[in-house]
Each structure stands twice: as structure tokens, then as C-alpha cells.
């Protein structure tokens, strides 16, 4: 089982792109995690007002959220470029499928609009950081 653990915990020589990778894995889990806990204070920021199973849906996207923030935290421990750049992709195409939802009426606009705003430029992040290390010479 020490092996396991050996091999879960090990971390490649880092870069700015998994730094980034890995703290917004942490933002992700912690947003989770604290949505998952208490749904009210997350929503009620976003405008949002819950009745009894949406409460239980809030804290469904709040265990989503935090499993995201795990994989992202690991995948950024990685050191792999492909995985930094690929949150790019999934970031950026997140509005594509939250405004329509809200726009038909199965999410509150204020949660599609801040994830719409938040995640894409979270991932603009990852970008710019790729491409400063890309015209850098890879360091």
C-alpha cells in the first residue's frame, strides 16, 4: 500500500503551467467542497434561492465540482503539458453549453453566467502561461 501512496503523492519537477494547473485544482476542490457542505451560501451569492431537492442538486455539483479540483490537482502534479492545455478546451467550451441550458430554463442564468465568465477565463490562464513557456523555450 506504501507504494500506492509513493506513487499517488509523486511530483515531476514542476512548471508554471502545473503550478497553475494544480491551483486551480485547489480553487475548484475548496469551491466543492464549501458548496457541497453549506449549498445555501454558494447559490445565495449567485442570486439563486433553493428549495428542498434543489438543495440536494447544489450539493451534487458541489461533490462534481470537488472531484474536478481533485483531478485537476493531480493532473497538474503530472508535469504533463498535455493535460494544462487540455483544460483549456474544456474550459473555453463551457458558455457553449451553460447558455443554452440557461436560455431554455434548466439552470438559473446567474450560474451560467458566472461559470461562463469564471471558467473560460481560468483557462485563458492555463493559455497565456502555455505560451509565454512555449516562447521562452519550454522553462
Known amino acids: 500500500m506504501s507504494g500506492f501512496v509513493t506513487a499517488l503523492m509523486h511530483r515531476g519537477p514542476r512548471t508554471p503551467l502545473s503550478r ?3 491551483a486551480c485544482g485547489v480553487v475548484y476542490a475548496v469551491m466543492g467542497i464549501a458548496l457541497a457542505l453549506v449549498p445555501s451560501l454558494g447559490v445565495s451569492l449567485l442570486g439563486v434561492t433553493l428549495g428542498s431537492e434543489a438543495e440536494g442538486y447544489a450539493r451534487l455539483l458541489g461533490l462534481t465540482l470537488a472531484v474536478i479540483g481533485y483531478f485537476y490537482w493531480f ?3 503530472t508535469v ?3 493535460f494544462g492545455v487540455a483544460t483549456v478546451v474544456d474550459r473555453l467550451a463551457l458558455p457553449f453549453v451553460l447558455l ?3 436560455a431554455i430554463g434548466w ?3 446567474p450560474v451560467a453566467i458566472a461559470f461562463s465568465i469564471l ?3 481560468m483557462g485563458l490562464g ?3 502561461i502555455w505560451w509565454r513557456t512555449e516562447r521562452d523555450g519550454g522553462s
Open 100 to 102: 443554452p441550458m440557461a
Open 126 to 128: 492555463a493559455l497565456v
Open 75 to 77: 493532473g497538474g502534479r
Open 80 to 82: 504533463a503539458t498535455s
Open 107 to 109: 439552470i438559473e442564468w
Open 20 to 22: 497553475y494547473t494544480e
Open 119 to 121: 471558467d473560460p477565463l
